[in-house]
């Protein structure tokens, strides 16, 4: 059985780390509140800008289609993979880049020309192991979630498409739920998909006047929806992540109340103990004084 200064040493490393997981859990509670309200906020406007594109869509004519959601033959296919930049969040790293090493091997397998965009540390220190070759890095994006930042990286994946540099963009992240759930998500993220405009009569087509031109609207519109679509992946990926590392820091601090509990029973048998044993040697002693 160990001494009562080992059990001592023990007991304050446990309640030190206690206090850490807690302060922790804290922290990721806050920043996943922020994430919630975020998306929240940002859920209308993104699915009025998608109605507004649904109705255009009504209506399209064939020389009106825009290369953003014209599908094309594939060759080259550019992977945006949304890690997170620190660890103590449970599966939240391990399982998305599981689930993107399968992907990855699928394309492979299908004779495509693989690259990666990486966001978030954890993404990068996994691949640069790896053979696939990494585009670039934007780590910093995920801890500070911004429209300018979301929108200016869906640019860049835009221009990607529109010069011919890649034919697809996919994108692999985790997809909020609730502070308990989230879904490991692979989906195309360019050409954006467009639901194949039905015949319509001429009724319905007289109720959406449009000025300027459908072309212009659409080049004007369909950007804004790929960059919303873009900065709620980015929300997503955040709020799962804090989701993640405040479950996993709530069962750290109730493992450690446990311990702690387990600790100080076996700290009071020890020194039970050793009363015990003083008391048999002041006995044994006074016994053979007396004798």
Same mark, same amino acid.
């Given at each position: 059985?160990?001494?009562?200064? %080992? ?19 804290? *922290?990721? &509670? ?48 550019? *992977? ?7 660890? +103590? ?6 399982? =998305? ?8 091997? %699928?394309?492979? %397998?299908?004779? #495509? ?12 220190? #996994? ?6 070759? !990494? =585009?670039?890095?934007?780590?910093? +994006? ?10 200016? +990286?869906?640019?860049? &994946? ?10 697809? !963009? ?8 609730? &502070? ?5 998500? /692979? ?18 087509? &007289?109720?959406? !006047?449009?000025?300027? @031109?459908?072309?212009?609207? =659409? %080049? ?7 960059? /919303? ?8 990926? #955040?709020?799962?992540?804090?989701? $993640?590392?405040? @479950? ?7 493992? $450690? /109340?446990? +311990? =702690?509990?387990?600790?100080? !029973? /076996? ?8 009363? @015990? ?15």
């Amino acid at each position: 059985m160990a001494n009562l200064k %080992e059990v001592r040493v023990r007991i304050a490393s446990i309640k030190s780390t206690r206090q850490i997981t807690s302060a922790m859990k804290m *922290v990721s &509670a806050s920043k996943l509140r922020k994430g919630q309200n975020a998306i929240l906020s940002l859920k209308p406007y993104e699915e009025q800008l998608r109605l507004m594109l649904n109705n255009i869509n009504k209506v399209l004519k064939p020389e009106d289609k825009n290369v953003l959601c014209t599908t094309r033959p594939v060759k080259d296919v550019l *992977v945006i993979v949304v890690a997170a930049n620190k660890g +103590l969040c449970g599966t939240f790293n391990s399982h =998305l880049l599981k689930a993107t090493v399968n992907y990855l091997r %699928e394309l492979k %397998e299908q004779g #495509f020309n693989i690259k990666l965009w990486l966001i978030g540390k954890k993404a990068e220190d #996994f691949f640069k192991k790896s053979n696939y070759h !990494i =585009l670039e890095t934007h780590h910093e +994006l995920i801890d500070n979630v911004t429209f300018e930042s979301a929108f200016a +990286l869906a640019r860049k &994946a835009m221009d990607l498409i529109e010069n011919g540099s890649f034919q697809k !963009i996919d994108v692999v992240y985790n997809s909020f739920r609730n &502070a308990a759930i989230y879904n490991l998500t /692979t989906e195309q993220f360019l050409p954006m998909y467009m639901p194949e405009s039905s015949e319509k009569s001429d009724h319905e087509e &007289a109720e959406y !006047i449009m000025e300027p @031109t459908r072309k212009e609207l =659409l %080049e004007e519109l369909i950007p804004k929806v790929i960059q /919303t679509y873009m900065y709620r992946i980015l929300l997503d990926s #955040f709020a799962s992540e804090q989701g $993640a590392r405040m @479950t996993a820091m709530h069962k750290a601090t109730d493992n $450690a /109340t446990e +311990l =702690l509990k387990n600790l100080t !029973i /076996t700290y009071n048998k020890v020194r039970q103990a050793s009363i @015990t044993n003083e008391i048999v040697e002041i006995v044994g002693g006074a016994e053979a004084l007396n004798q």
